[in-house]
């Protein structure tokens, strides 16, 4: 099956199979995840479906208008889009003047809270989108793994230096993309091919680790190819 769904990490842990072999988890937290809107191709010049996620302290105005055309009272505090070109069998619908999408012989219509049993089940592979942690301002050996200068010879304090940077006179500048120090982490990072272990009401647990702090919002849905 294939579907997507937003979440936040909540916790790694360890699971142990069948045969005992322990392996590393992570649980995503997926509720309360809901449909507000669905776009189709003709119209919106592209087929999408407009998810919202978690709860919100603060809401703006015009913020509070999404979720309140969809009919959901529960004031949501991620809006995330999630585009339709990739899932191989989804359709949308239209019943008593209520849109809806159909994914793999599954109904689900704007206002509908969002399940993970639905969609997924154990087995399935997903990719998982968030945000990796900050590190700050780091240099090249934690930031490149670079190898270091030589700890002897005189050479005391440049244990940790990048080395040259560029030639002299030709090309007298410094290449762009050259690996330096800076600002580390902070990147929008994708997961690829995890393997979901359960799917139950309120969460995911799938194989692995996946980008991002506790309470990193997640985007999941099927591998790209």
């Keep these: 099956m294939s579907g997507f769904i937003l979440g936040e990490k909540s916790k790694q842990t360890q699971y142990f199979l069948p045969d005992t072999t322990r392996i590393p988890v992570t649980l995503i937290k997926t509720s309360p995840c809901y449909l507000l809107e ?33 009919g959901v009272v529960t004031p949501l505090r991620y809006l ?30 704007v206002g509908e809270e969002i399940k993970p049993a639905i ?15 900050g590190k700050g301002f780091q240099g090249v050996v934690v930031r490149h793994h670079f190898k270091g200068g030589p700890h ?10 990048p080395g040259s940077i560029g030639q002299t006179t030709t090309p007298g500048r410094v290449y762009k993309g050259k690996r330096m120090a800076g600002r580390m982490g902070g990147q929008r990072v994708t997961i690829k ?7 139950n009401e309120d969460g995911l647990l799938v194989k692995g680790v996946v980008p991002g702090s506790l309470g990193t919002l997640l985007k999941v849905q099927p591998p790209v190819k």
Aim: a positive charge; glycine letters at 8%.
């Design 80 to 109: 995330r889009e999630f585009r339709l070109d990739r899932l191989a069998q989804f359709s949308p619908i239209e019943e008593n003047k209520k849109k809806g999408l159909i994914i793999n012989n599954k109904k689900i219509f």
């Design 193 to 199: 091919n995890l393997e979901v272990i359960a799917a």
């Design 119 to 133: 969609f997924f089940q154990a087995g399935d592979r997903v990719q998982v989108t968030g945000t990796a942690k």
């Design 38 to 70: 669905v776009k189709s191709a003709p119209g919106d010049r592209y087929a999408a479906a407009l998810l919202g996620y978690g709860k919100a302290r603060r809401v703006k105005i015009s913020r509070a208008g999404v979720w309140k055309k969809a």
């Design 152 to 161: 002897t010879h005189g050479q005391s304090d440049r244990e940790r230096a």
